[in-house]
């Protein structure tokens, strides 16, 4: 059985990734570390910081016989590129299917947020994947013209005090004025712990939003070649 070590920024994100694998035969094993975001409103506190903290994460979730690791906060899997690169073992950001969808097409998107601090990072993941993407052999240039960032103000904080109930509720009144605003364009729900919201918003409206986990299963499933149960 495949071991997969899961690093959060919040415990929220827990339940979600333990019920999309649920079919699969993997034991998951979560490691919980809120401190960069508590952090982020220093006057000092700068990406390096996130480097090096993630860095040493990585390395000690490596460490415990992890088959391979799990990031599902944005804010850490901005600096994956380089810092994935220091472990031995597949590290994979939770907008990593993301971003490979994104290659694959050349339709409009728009990413909500809740965390104005994994705005950036994010962003600059999606244009780098599209700038070095393909699609029907042509390269996507131009990735700021079909892809931008919305941020949905005074969310985040709801769920770092633990008010579920309230978040949910805030984004998704969010994502429906999202969706409603710009139909000509896919809405995605950027940050793992807005996919409840987003699938509220698809069952209650029929207004589809991707979310983080809508293809998270079917692409560990290939990445790692996780088995069914």
């Not at 919040?10 to 998951?28: F, G, K």
């Not at 994979?92 to 694959?104: V, Y």
């Not at 949910?168 to 896919?186: H, I, N």
Request: hydrophobic share 45%; with cysteine; charged share 20%.
């Amino acid at each position: 059985m495949i071991t997969i070590g899961c690093y959060h920024a919040h415990y929220s994100n827990i339940a979600l990734i333990e019920e999309v694998l649920a079919p699969y035969e993997v034991e998951l094993v979560h490691y919980v570390d809120p401190g960069l975001d508590r952090l982020k409103q220093d006057t000092d506190f700068s990406e390096a910081v996130i480097r090096e903290k993630v860095s040493q994460t990585l390395q000690w979730i490596a460490q415990c016989h992890a088959d391979a690791i799990l990031v599902t906060c944005t804010l850490f899997a901005a600096v994956l590129a380089h810092e994935a690169q220091q472990v031995s073992i597949p590290v994979i950001g939770i907008d990593d299917p993301l971003l490979q969808k994104l290659q694959q097409d050349s339709q409009e998107y728009i990413l909500a947020f809740t965390n104005p601090a994994t705005v950036e990072g994010t962003m600059a993941r999606v244009n780098e994947a599209l700038q070095q993407g393909e699609t029907n052999g042509q390269a996507n240039v131009v990735a700021a013209s079909r892809t931008k960032a919305a941020l949905i103000p005074g969310t985040f904080e709801l769920i770092m005090r633990g008010d579920k109930e309230g978040y949910m509720e805030a984004v998704t009144t969010g994502l429906q004025q999202l969706a409603a605003q710009s139909p000509e364009k896919t809405i995605v729900a950027a940050q793992l712990s807005m996919a409840p919201a987003a699938a509220r918003v698809t069952a209650d409206t029929g207004m589809l939003i991707y979310s983080p986990l809508a293809s998270l299963a079917m692409y560990l499933e290939k990445k790692l070649s996780l088995a069914k149960v």
